[in-house]
């Protein structure tokens, strides 16, 4: 059983018990999150629900920990100028659990 959820603009397809990176939220760890942006449902791999656009389903998922990711190293130069900067970005994760799909 897997289905297609929305998550802050992003699509992820999960099952009970996965464990998944998604954008920051803004819930604690261990806090329970709903998200209701079901757009595809699967019993088993030869039958589908599809949303036109969203199904009347819920995942339940329980917020583990807010991570970063790998520092990503922005460089820029032009030559003969003198010109060099050097910056870098740590993006934001939640690791949420899977706990229900209903």
Known sequence: MFAIVNIKGSQYR?????KIYV?????DPGSKVTF???????TDENTFEVGQPKLEKKIEATVIEHVKDDKVIVFKKK???GYKVRRGHR????????DKIS
């Open 79 to 81: 030559r003969r100028k």
């Open 14 to 18: 999960v099952s009970e018990n996965d």
């Open 23 to 27: 954008p920051k939220l803004k819930e």
């Open 91 to 98: 993006q934001q994760y939640t690791q949420i659990s899977i």
């Open 36 to 42: 209701d942006d079901v757009l595809m449902f699967s």
